[in-house]
Structure formats: structure tokens, C-alpha cells
RNA sequence: GCCCUCGUAGCUCAGUUGGAUAGAGCAAUCGCCUCCUAAGCGAUAGGUCACAGGUUCGAAUCCUGUCGAGGGCACCA
């Protein structure tokens, strides 16, 4: 619909320039906007205005000038100048009815389309270490990346799903160490757990695991553990002057773990712990709609030699330098704040150093853009892995970087405090059991994702129409209500998506819906290429308030039978968007509520 | 200190990449079930778009500065 208009724009203003009332050698992509106002038409452009200058005309004039080199449409009832020099364009009754029977033809396709023609586009989220259960702040992640991922596919792009699991580097290693002292604590030493472990419960429950399991096979006396150790920060109650360092101390307890275990059985309860939380991870996302087309190893990086040959490469294109043994990026070259370090002076190479390997493994894999979604915390890393891509000469503009704010959980007015720290958090889990997948889905992408997400729990449980959720999955159950009445009271519904009857449709209320229906496709286009779900919901509580009032203010299943089989379609119409509208960002479309 | 994101109704947020009189939903006030689900609908009220300059036919939107909120600035991951 917006695309024909535009066509008639463009010919009318290349007639125009043929007849050299307008000197233009080469013609503007129209700009073609929905009216806010109903008195304004349905679609203005202001290319009058734009243009004025260049013409040097009037924009009025001009807009007078383009009116009359308009061709005829059937789609068009009138256009109007309007204002400094608007051009408005008032549809025809018969182009709104019209998209009835083109939903119900498309049914499921109807807002999809192919602008993405099939180029590949890549979409990593999440990613979260796998050192213990998903949280709420991982969860908005998931549900924006999952919305951005299924909006692109529906505009025909060819999508990959991926979760880069980070299952190498300290963090593991100290989860690793966790499970084994809870283990042996379960074999009934007893010791002082390290500051700076993961304290949570599954740790606990990994080290009952493996004690179940293997017994006292991977127990080793305490006092060997902990002999000669840096010493831990203080705790709580402890004097300040036994004050440790808690990095050294966890440093020394991984080195003792690995030593006393000797490489099979310290690789056996890593393996173990790491396992046993992406399982987790997986069947968390899995209930919660999301599924990836690949979970990709950081350690397999390493293994392959893919980060040595990153850093290879950047080597010979000289942007590699040695300094207090170590090896770092000069990514100061292409805009960051300060070079970074790829290669530690212990020689073990850096978190970094895989994330260039990684991002370049994405490119060489050939897709056409790779979106990557991260939490606002990570922000400053942008530059320096563009930086990255830069000197190793692939396109960093191939890259796009999404930021994600935090996501605040409000629970009777109150801020509903959680803290990593002490292992005592809200996990995506729980937040899913107290609210339910549907409204988690919805809430998380019910703003724009640069801003902070305050979410309400008591409103997200609330059956009321105050839950914008409720709102909407009550219009789809009332649509199948009606139709279920329709078939008790033996009336017929005509499943074929013809014309006939639509004539009928005349009340105000009618044509608002066909308005907002038509509007669909561009909704879901414009959400998919600005990567923004919100757009969808907000059209969602849109088309549900247009049929809520419409249900009120009329009765559908009345006498006249040709009136009936008319409004029957057009809500038959509604109840396909609103699936398509849910369906897209991963709510369900209930029968009866 | 430097960098990033943000600041719109009492609250939570939209605002179609610079367009017409800045819009929703809560909360407030007043109405609507003999009727397909009141888990709904209608009406009223609510604004110096943080502040000050600038750019132009035209600014909530772009530029500069100030104030305020959050985040980032490791040989951590």
C-alpha cells in the first residue's frame, strides 16, 4: 500500500522533470509518512517542501505543480494540499476493505515479507558464562534477541542463531573450584569456602553429583588444599588487618585443585559443573521459546588455533607490540581509548584475543551482517573489537552492536533487590514460574532496549486489562468466542476470503480496524530493520483497543446475514494479526481466557 | 577526570530518522452490562518535551554548553 503510493509520487515527479518544470538530475526516494490526523489522509509526504528550494518555487506551488502530474489511481480517492505544503492522500474505501481477504488469503504470511532476500544474517545473545542459572537481566537479552532474530526472518532475511559459551578462562576454572570444595565438604571436610566462589545453590547441587557418584574418589585432605595460600579478604566479623587478597587466594586454590587432581579428574569435575549449567541454560531458553542454531565453544578457539592465528594475522599487518611481556593490540590506531592486551605475560592469552577470533571466524563464515546483543555493561568493548576487525581488513560495518539496559524488577511498588554476590539472585527460572512465559515475553520487549526496563511483577500477574498482555490475549479469545457462539447458534461462517459483503463495513468504528490492519505489514517491517519489538507490542495494544471498542459498540452475530458474514470476516481478520502479532514476539494466542 | 546511553503528563512509556494542534496506558473524576466474556468501552482533566543558546520555512528530534540519572574506563571474564 505505502509502496504504491510512493510509485505514484515518483511518477508524477519524474513527469515533472521531463516537462522541465522541475531540474533535478537525479529524483529523491520519496518520504511518505501515516498521517497522525484522520483529516489529514492516510499518508503525506513533504517532498513539495524538500524540494522547494532547489525548484525555487514555492512549496505550495510546487505541491500544486506534483498534484496535477499525479496518475490516476484506484487506490487513491483524493490528495490534498495542506499546510506549509503537504501533500495528503485520502485512500479509497474500497483499498481498505480490500486487506480482509488479503489476510485471510495470507493468513500466517500476511506482515511477512522478502526485503531481507535471503542475505544471512547472524545473531548472537545472550551468551552468558555458564557459571550458573540465567538471571532476569539475561532474560531481556533472550526475549530482545529471540523478537530481533524472528522479526528479521519474517522480512526474509536468512537468520543464525548463536550463544557463545564461554567455557574457558578463570571464571570456569573458579566455578570448577567451587563444585570440588562444596564436594568436600560433602565428603565431611571441613574449610573455609573462598570469598570469591560461587556460593550459590547448584553449586551445591553439582558437588552432590559427583559425590553420589564417585564417593570419596576425588577427595583430598583439606590441609593440602589450602597449605601455603595467599590469604582471603576478610569476611565479615574478621579483623581488617588479616585482610588477604581474595584474587590471589582463588588463583592459588584453582592452582592447588588442578595439582592435587592431576589433569583427568580436575578436567572431570570442570566438565561436570560446566555441563551440568548449560544443560540448564539450554532447557531455560528452550522453555522460554528460544532456540539456537548453534551454541559455539570459546575453548574450541583456542583448540583449533584459531586465536593464535587471529593473532598472527594481526601481527604481520603490524598491529601487534611487544611491551613488559606482553602482546598487545594497538587498537588506539582505529579510534579506541587505549591499546589492549591480547597475550598475557603468563603467555595465556586474554579474553579479548578470543573475541577476535571469534568475530572474525563470523565474518570468514560469509554472512552478510552479524548482529551482536549485549548487555549495556559492555558497552565500552565496541571499539576495541571494531578496532579489531579494522586492522585485520574485514568490514566492521558488517558488525552491528546492540545494547540491552538492565531490566529492574518492581514488586509492590518496591525495587526487588538482588545481588550476584551472594549467590542469592532472581533467576529467569523463577521469574518465568511467577509470572508466566507469555507476560515475560511481552514485558521484556515492551520497551525501546536502550532504556531501563522497570519491571512490574504484581502488573505482569494481574488478570486485568491494566496487563497489556491480558489486554491483547483477551481480544484474540473474544474473537474465538464470538465464533463459537456463531456455530451454537448454527450460523454459518464462510471461510472463503472473497469480497462479497465487505460493502457493508461502513460504521466508523470498522473503518479504524481496517486502518490499523492495513498498517501491519509496515509495523513488522519497520520493527525487523530498526530492531526495535516494541514497535509490535505497541501496534498489538492498538489493534486489541480498535476491536475492543468495536465489540462494544456493536453486535456481530446479528440477524442480517449478509451485515454478519461481513463483520464475521473482518474479525476473523483481526484474530489472524493479532496471532501473527504474538506469534512474532513469542506469546501465545489463547482460545478462551 | 574521560567516554557511552538516557531525561517527554503525578507514574510507566510512544513519538514513523526534521513536519501539521506532542500521543497512549496506569492513577484521578464522571458515565456504560436485559446484550457475542465488564479480563471490556466512552468522556473529562492532566505538558515551559531537564535547562540555556544555535542551525532553518519548521526542532521533543540535529549541534554546543549546563544540570541530573545509569553504565563503562584491568596483563578480569
Not at 369 to 397: F, M
Request: net charge negative.
Amino acid at each position: 500500500m505505502k509502496q504504491d503510493i510512493k510509485d505514484l509520487i515518483h511518477t508524477g515527479l519524474q513527469t515533472l522533470v521531463s516537462q522541465g518544470q522541475l531540474e533535478l538530475t537525479e529524483l529523491p526516494e520519496p518520504q511518505l509518512d501515516r498521517t497522525k490526523d484522520a483529516s489529514h489522509g492516510d499518508f503525506a509526504t513533504n517532498v513539495a517542501m524538500v524540494l522547494a528550494k532547489l525548484a525555487r518555487t514555492k512549496p505550495r506551488d510546487l505541491a500544486q505543480r506534483l498534484v496535477e502530474a499525479l496518475p490516476e489511481s484506484p487506490l487513491v480517492d483524493k490528495v490534498e494540499i495542506a499546510g506549509p505544503g503537504f501533500v495528503n492522500f485520502f485512500l479509497a474505501e474500497g483499498a481498505h476493505r480490500s486487506v480482509v481477504p488479503q489476510i485471510l488469503t495470507a493468513g500466517h504470511a500476511y506482515g511477512r515479507s522478502d526485503i531481507g532476500a535471503g542475505k544471512r544474517v547472524q545473531v548472537e545473545f545472550v551468551s552468558a558464562n555458564p557459571t550458573g542459572p540465567l538471571h532476569v537481566g539475561h532474560g531481556r537479552g533472550a526475549a530482545y534477541g529471540a523478537v530481533v532474530a524472528d522479526l528479521l526472518a519474517a522480512v526474509g532475511f536468512e537468520v543464525h542463531r548463536e550463544y557463545y559459551v564461554n567455557d574457558a578462562g578463570r571464571q570456569m576454572d573458579i566455578l570448577g573450584t567451587s563444585v570440588w570444595l562444596r564436594y568436600l565438604e560433602l565428603c565431611g571436610e571441613e574449610l573455609r569456602f573462598p570469598s570469591n566462589g560461587y556460593k550459590g545453590d547448584y553449586v551445591w547441587d553439582i558437588a552432590a553429583t559427583l559425590h553420589r557418584e564417585h564417593g570419596d574418589a576425588y577427595r583430598v585432605e583439606v590441609e593440602q588444599v589450602f597449605a601455603d595460600l595467599p590469604l582471603d579478604a576478610s569476611i565479615e566479623g574478621e579483623p581488617q588487618d588479616q585482610a588477604g587478597d581474595k584474587e590471589a587466594h582463588i588463583d592459588g586454590l584453582i592452582a592447588a585443585a588442578k595439582r592435587l587432581l592431576g589433569d583427568n579428574r580436575y578436567r572431570y569435575v570442570f566438565e561436570l559443573g560446566l555441563n551440568t549449567i548449560l544443560d540448564d541454560i539450554r532447557e531455560d531458553l528452550s522453555q522460554f521459546g528460544i532456540d539456537y542454531q548453534e551454541w559455539y565453544s570459546e575453548r574450541s578457539l583456542t583448540e583449533s588455533g584459531a586465536v593464535n592465528k587471529a593473532i598472527e594475522r594481526l601481527r604481520e599487518s603490524g598491529h601487534i607490540y611487544e611491551q613488559k611481556g606482553a602482546l598487545w593490540f594497538r587498537s588506539t590506531d582505529f579510534g579506541d581509548e587505549k591499546d589492549r592486551v591480547v597475550v598475557r605475560d603468563n603467555g595465556q592469552s586474554t579474553y579479548f584475543a578470543s573475541d577476535i577470533a571469534y568475530h572474525m571466524d563470523k565474518l570468514e563464515r560469509g554472512f552478510d551482517r552479524v548482529i551482536d546483543i549485549w548487555g549495556a555493561d559492555h558497552h565500552g568493548y565496541i571499539p576495541r573489537v571494531k578496532a579489531a576487525l579494522q586492522a585485520l581488513g574485514d568490514e566492521a560495518d558488517k558488525l552491528e552492536v546492540l545494547l540491552v539496559q538492565f531490566a529492574i524488577l518492581y514488586r509492590g511498588g518496591e525495587k526487588a533487590q538482588m545481588s550476584t554476590r551472594s549467590g542469592e539472585f532472581v533467576t529467569l527460572r523463577e521469574l518465568r514460574k511467577e509470572v508466566g512465559r507469555d507476560a515475560a515475553r511481552f514485558f521484556y520487549v515492551m520497551r525501546r532496549c536502550e532504556q531501563h526496563l522497570d519491571f512490574d511483577l504484581d502488573l505482569a500477574k494481574s488478570e486485568s486489562s491494566d496487563n497489556p498482555v491480558y489486554y491483547v490475549q483477551y481480544a484474540h479469545a473474544r474473537v474465538c468466542s464470538v465464533l463459537r457462539q456463531a456455530a451454537e447458534k448454527g450460523m454459518i461462517v464462510d471461510p472463503t476470503p472473497g469480497t462479497t459483503n465487505l460493502e457493508r463495513l461502513t460504521e466508523p468504528h470498522e473503518e479504524a480496524l481496517l486502518r490499523t490492519l492495513i498498517r501491519y505489514p509496515e509495523v513488522v517491517e519497520s520493527a525487523a530493520l530498526k530492531a526495535e519489538p516494541h514497535q509490535v507490542t505497541q501496534y498489538l495494544r492498538e489493534l486489541a483497543n480498535d476491536f475492543h471498542t468495536y465489540y462494544n459498540a456493536h453486535q456481530f452475530l446479528v440477524d442480517d446475514g449478509v451485515l454478519r458474514d461481513a463483520r464475521i470476516k473482518l474479525i476473523l481478520a483481526v484474530r489472524q494479526v493479532l496471532r501473527n502479532g504474538l506469534g512474532l514476539i513469542g506469546v501465545s494466542s489463547p482460545e478462551s481466557m
